[in-house]
C-alpha cells in the first residue's frame, strides 16, 4: 500500500512536471503550426496548382480553403475560451463578424421555439474555489475554469490555450479544412511526389520548393490528413451526442452510477443529433446562415454559457442524484 501511494505521488509530479513544460512550449508549438502550414501551402499553389485543369475554375476554391485555414486557426488561437470569470463574449461589428439570420438580445441567442433553455446551476470549483456555471471545468495548465471545456491543445493542432465555448467551432472547423487541404494535397501532390523521388522519366524539376522539401510535406499531409480525419469524426460524434470530450468521459462514469441503482442515465444536453448540430455550429432560423460554414466568419455561441438548452421536462441528468456529479479535484483527471 506504501508503495502504490508513492508510485501514485511520482505519477503526479510528472503530470505536473509535464502540465508545466507543456504550457511553457506552447508559443513554439504554435510557431512550428505557422510554419508548417505556410510551407504547405506554398508547396500547393506553386507545384500543383499551376498544373491542375481549368485554372479559372479550381483555383478560387482552393483559396478559400486556404483561406478558412488560416483564419479558423487565427481564431481558435487568439479567441478566449470562455472562462467563467470572464464577462460574457460580445459580438463584433467588423467584416470578420457575421451577421444572424435574426437579431437578438444579449446573453442567449436563440429562441424558445421547439428548445427549452434553462439558467445554469452554479457549483464552487474544488482547485480555485472560484463559483462557476455548469459545464466548466478547471484547466491544470491554465489554472482557470473553462465553460464548456473540452481539452487544453498544445498539440497535435499548436494552439496553446483550452477549447471552450467561445472557441469549439472553431478548432473544429480548423480540423475540418485542415483534413480537406491535406487530403487534396495528398490526392492532387501524388505524380508530383513520384517525379520528386525519382521515380518518373523526367529529371526536371522546375519547382520554387526543393525537392526533398515537397516530399516531407508531401508524406506529413499523408499522415496528418488520416490523423486529423480520425479526430475530427470523434469530435463531431461528440457533438452529435451534446457532449464535450471531458463530458463523455464523466458519463461513462454516471452509466455506471445509473447501472448500478436499476436505472438508466439520460443526457439532459442531448436534443438529438440534428439539433446538437445546429446548435453547436449556431446556424439555422434562430442562429447564422448556412454560408457561416464555408467562409472564415467569426460569429457568437448559441448561449453565453450561463444558460444551456436541455432536453424537454429534464432539470438534470437522468440517472444521478445531486451530489454525484465528478469535480476537478486533485484526483479527477478532468483538468486538462
Not at 490528413?225 to 451534446?242: K, N, P, Y
Not at 463523455?248 to 443526457?267: L, M, P, S, T, W
Request: with cysteine; charged share 15%; aromatic share 12%.
Amino acid at each position: 500500500m506504501l508503495c502504490a501511494r508513492h508510485v501514485f505521488r511520482c505519477f503526479k509530479w510528472l503530470e505536473r512536471a509535464g502540465d508545466r513544460i507543456t504550457g511553457a512550449a506552447g508559443p513554439y508549438f504554435i510557431g512550428l503550426a505557422v510554419i508548417l502550414q505556410a510551407i504547405g501551402a506554398a508547396s500547393f499553389f506553386t507545384v500543383i496548382q499551376p498544373s491542375l485543369p481549368l485554372r479559372w475554375l479550381t483555383t478560387p476554391p482552393c483559396i478559400l480553403i486556404a483561406l478558412n485555414l488560416f483564419m479558423h486557426y487565427y481564431y481558435v488561437c487568439t479567441v478566449p475560451p470562455g472562462f467563467a470569470q470572464d464577462e460574457a463574449l460580445l459580438p463584433g461589428s467588423g467584416r470578420l463578424w457575421a451577421s444572424p439570420s435574426q437579431r437578438t438580445s444579449a446573453g442567449v441567442r436563440w429562441s424558445n421555439r421547439g428548445i427549452t433553455l434553462l439558467a445554469a446551476n452554479t457549483t464552487a470549483c474544488r482547485r480555485c474555489g472560484l463559483m462557476r456555471p455548469e459545464r466548466a471545468h478547471h484547466c491544470r495548465i491554465c489554472g482557470r475554469c473553462v465553460i464548456k471545456y473540452d481539452h487544453h491543445c498544445p498539440l497535435p493542432a499548436g494552439i496553446n490555450q483550452c477549447v471552450g465555448l467561445n472557441n469549439e467551432r472553431h478548432f473544429v472547423l480548423f480540423m475540418a479544412y485542415l483534413v480537406l487541404s491535406t487530403f487534396f494535397l495528398s490526392i492532387l501532390g501524388y505524380c508530383q511526389a513520384l517525379e520528386a523521388v525519382g521515380l518518373t522519366y523526367s529529371n526536371n524539376w522546375p519547382y520554387m520548393v526543393p525537392q526533398l522539401a515537397y516530399i516531407l510535406t508531401y508524406m506529413l499531409s499523408v499522415v496528418i490528413c488520416i490523423a486529423v480525419f480520425i479526430m475530427l469524426c470523434w469530435h463531431l460524434w461528440g457533438i452529435a451526442r451534446g457532449e464535450t470530450t471531458v463530458e463523455a468521459q464523466d458519463h461513462e462514469v454516471y452509466k455506471r452510477i445509473a447501472r448500478d441503482r436499476g436505472d438508466n442515465f439520460v443526457n439532459s444536453f442531448d436534443l438529438g443529433k440534428s439539433t446538437n448540430l445546429r446548435l453547436f455550429f449556431n446556424i439555422g432560423p434562430d442562429g447564422y446562415p448556412w454560408y457561416t460554414l464555408i467562409l472564415p466568419l467569426r460569429i457568437m455561441p448559441y448561449t453565453d454559457g450561463r444558460s444551456w438548452a436541455r432536453r424537454e421536462g429534464f432539470q438534470r441528468h437522468q440517472g444521478i442524484q445531486e451530489g454525484e456529479e465528478l469535480t476537478d479535484d486533485d484526483g479527477d483527471d478532468g483538468g486538462a
